[in-house]
């Protein structure tokens, strides 16, 4: 028993959906853990990018390549909207703006009147199909040995875990270069960073948009794994997930998102499957049915954040000496 | 640090570039490095700076006095884009950086300091000085991805940096997160960071505040360089007297936003209207400031 949680643990861990939430907080953590900036709406960007993917292909007959780049321009534009009249305000205001873009942009998808283009709440499928088309992988579901990955999850979970690999070392790159250094001035104190001739708009703008596209790539690969996208797939939970793997990692650090990822698919999808163990067998007196396990497991998840807190608050990568300073 | 403020005054004679020139606000020097002409700016009902015209000499040392809520700091922040003015214009080194950003102006050779200091906590203090090197290639999106295309000179830079790591005795320092610094040491990297963008005017306010006295005077052999061996232009706000009086070539005296009066720290010590508005009643600054020191011992004694 204890085997086939580890499995059912270790097959969420690597599968296409650990890989959306660490492309999602690699985006937050450009934006967060590097420049300081504070968006809530992450939802929003990997939202655009799906329905950008979807929608060009399922409504408008385009390739699934031309619905990409589509979807990551989607994300650029987002970012300009929210970024243009808020990043010269406090970084509260970011965050309220992105908080409520994301729900805007979900119930926008959601509406009847939406419907030719989104198909509401019913959303949209067969985008994906030239996506699978060019899979080197074929046959039955027999990758991965004991994990029996099917031929299309194997595919799309190799492009994803390949698209956190090169979007990890293009971050890497990036951090430890001089256009790093001034993303962490503007992170320690904005003012500081202008007056020593830093256009701190544009280095906000840079992140904000850089951050929101591997968010929009993040959403990508999401629908293509799940080869439907609905609207109600894009909740504001998603974002507090994607913060919740950030911290679990080590925020400011580039390995930081994708360790959180594959833990907290472990531990989340670990625990959902024991609890639902436990319950079917009667063990948890109280708890029955679907809806309490997921809730069970939430709030165990819950509680193992609030000991890492407690017990690690800068992260798994995190260094505690950085985390001392951070008082103003 | 002198006791005696009439040797302090003494201490250094009126520059060759302001001989001549005459004691009274807004008056006109030989070669201002900055020109100010009817500068307002006013939060609510109160004018915080009201400046008809002020001229900045170059190449020397200017300390901006006045008492609390003169608008020193509000000068400071219009004069380099961090605040915007009512109206007003005025140049920098002959061209107007009126409606200029903050970060244009520091590139254009006018770069500040902070009251309060900020450093960057959470950087290394080779990296806080780093940072203020302008025209980095590196700090382009797309070259950053290039290492090659920064490398040399980024090198370059960590030398100009280590050097300068080295003068302000910081150079032990180095590699420490900029947050373990100690108040003084912030304020040296602070002014050292300000160097790096290599200003031609340096605005450094209340550089000494909350400094101890030992580092003080190495503070000030600091500012002094800056005119002495660099040839660069210097405004200081400061409130210690003797400081000022040690250090400037000139004093321009605040009060209620405007220029009360300007001069040689000799004539400005003797000014009726600063007495007035900024030494006290008691007409006698020294005498004052003895009572103040008596006071502060009696203080920390009990």
Request: aromatic share 8%; charged share 15%; proline share 4%.
């Given at each position: 028993m204890i085997e086939t949680l580890f499995f059912d643990a270790l097959r969420s861990a690597v599968g296409p959906t650990a890989a959306t939430y660490a492309l999602l907080a690699i985006g937050l953590n450009i934006h967060f853990g590097y420049t300081g900036l504070l968006n809530f709406g992450q939802v929003g960007f990997m939202l655009v990018g799906a329905y950008g993917l979807a929608i060009t292909v399922s409504v408008f007959g385009g390739s699934v390549w031309l619905g990409v780049v589509v979807g990551i321009l989607a994300a650029v534009a987002l970012s300009l909207v929210l970024g243009l009249p808020t990043l010269r305000l406090r970084a509260d205001y970011l965050a309220i703006t992105t908080i409520a873009a994301g729900e805007i942009l979900r119930f926008l998808v959601r509406n009847t009147s939406s419907d030719p283009f989104t198909g509401s709440v019913f959303g949209l499928r067969q985008f994906a199909g030239d996506f699978y088309a060019i899979s080197p992988f074929s046959g039955g579901s027999d990758y991965l040995g004991p994990l029996r990955f099917s031929a299309n999850r194997m595919w799309v979970t190799s492009v994803g875990w390949g698209l956190v690999l090169v979007l990890s070392l293009g971050v890497w790159a990036l951090?430890?270069?001089?256009?790093?250094?001034?993303?962490?001035?503007?992170?320690?104190?904005?003012?500081?960073?202008?007056?020593?001739?830093?256009?701190?708009?544009?280095?906000?703008?840079?992140?904000?948009?850089?951050?929101?596209?591997?968010?929009?790539?993040?959403?990508?690969?999401?629908?293509?794994?799940?080869?439907?996208?609905?609207?109600?797939?894009?909740?504001?939970?998603?974002?507090?997930?994607?913060?919740?793997?950030?911290?679990?990692?080590?925020?400011?650090?580039?390995?930081?998102?994708?360790?959180?990822?594959?833990?907290?698919?472990?531990?989340?999808?670990?625990?959902?499957?024991?609890?639902?163990?436990?319950?079917?067998?009667?063990?948890?007196?109280?708890?029955?049915?679907?809806?309490?396990?997921?809730?069970?497991?939430?709030?165990?998840?819950?509680?193992?954040?609030?000991?890492?807190?407690?017990?690690?608050?800068?992260?798994?990568?995190?260094?505690?000496?950085?985390?001392?300073?951070?008082?103003? | 640090m002198s006791s005696d403020p009439n040797v302090a005054m003494s201490s250094r004679p009126v520059p060759a570039g302001l001989v001549g020139v005459a004691h009274e606000p807004g008056v006109g020097k030989p070669d201002p490095v900055l020109v100010v002409d009817g500068l307002r700016r006013s939060f609510g009902g109160v004018t915080a700076v009201d400046v008809a015209h002020l001229e900045i000499p170059r190449g020397l040392i200017t300390g901006l006095i006045g008492p609390n809520g003169a608008g020193k700091t509000t000068l400071f922040n219009l004069l380099t884009g961090f605040d915007t003015p009512d109206e007003g214009d005025w140049t920098f080194d002959g061209t107007s950086t009126a409606d200029w950003p903050a970060y244009r102006v520091a590139r254009a050779g006018m770069v500040r300091t902070f009251q309060l200091t900020k450093a960057l906590s959470r950087m290394t203090v080779l990296e806080n000085l780093m940072l203020g090197a302008t025209g980095q290639r590196g700090e382009r999106l797309l070259s950053a991805l290039v290492s090659p295309a920064w490398r040399g000179q980024e090198d370059a830079i960590r030398v100009r940096a280590e050097d300068l790591l080295v003068r302000f005795r910081l150079d032990h320092m180095r590699d420490q997160f900029a947050g373990t610094l100690s108040g003084g040491q912030r304020k040296l990297l602070e002014m050292a960071r300000a160097l790096m963008v290599e200003p031609t005017l340096v605005m450094l306010d209340e550089p000494m505040a909350g400094v101890n006295p030992a580092l003080t005077q190495s503070l000030l052999g600091h500012v002094k360089d800056l005119r002495d061996k660099e040839g660069r232009s210097v405004v200081f706000v400061e409130h210690d007297m003797d400081v000022v009086f040690e250090i400037s070539d000139w004093v321009v005296c605040l009060a209620q936003g405007k220029v009360i009066a300007e001069g040689p720290p000799s004539a400005i010590g003797a000014n009726q209207e600063v007495i007035d508005a900024y030494l006290g009643a008691t007409h006698d600054h020294s005498a004052l400031r003895r009572e103040r020191r008596r006071k502060r011992d009696e203080g920390s004694e009990a």
């Open positions: 951090m430890r270069s001089p256009w790093g250094r001034v993303l962490r001035s503007i992170r320690e104190d904005e003012d500081a960073a202008r007056s020593l001739g830093k256009n701190v708009f544009l280095y906000k703008m840079q992140s904000l948009v850089l951050g929101g596209v591997i968010g929009a790539i993040g959403g990508i690969v999401f629908i293509l794994a799940l080869q439907n996208v609905t609207p109600d797939m894009f909740l504001p939970q998603v974002t507090f997930f994607a913060f919740a793997i950030m911290i679990l990692g080590g925020t400011g650090t580039v390995l930081g998102p994708v360790l959180g990822s594959i833990l907290f698919w472990f531990l989340l999808t670990g625990l959902q499957s024991g609890v639902r163990t436990l319950v079917d067998s009667g063990a948890i007196p109280g708890v029955a049915g679907g809806q309490a396990v997921g809730a069970v497991s939430l709030i165990a998840v819950g509680l193992m954040l609030m000991l890492l807190m407690i017990f690690r608050p800068q992260g798994i990568l995190g260094d505690r000496e950085e985390l001392r300073l951070d008082v103003k | -």
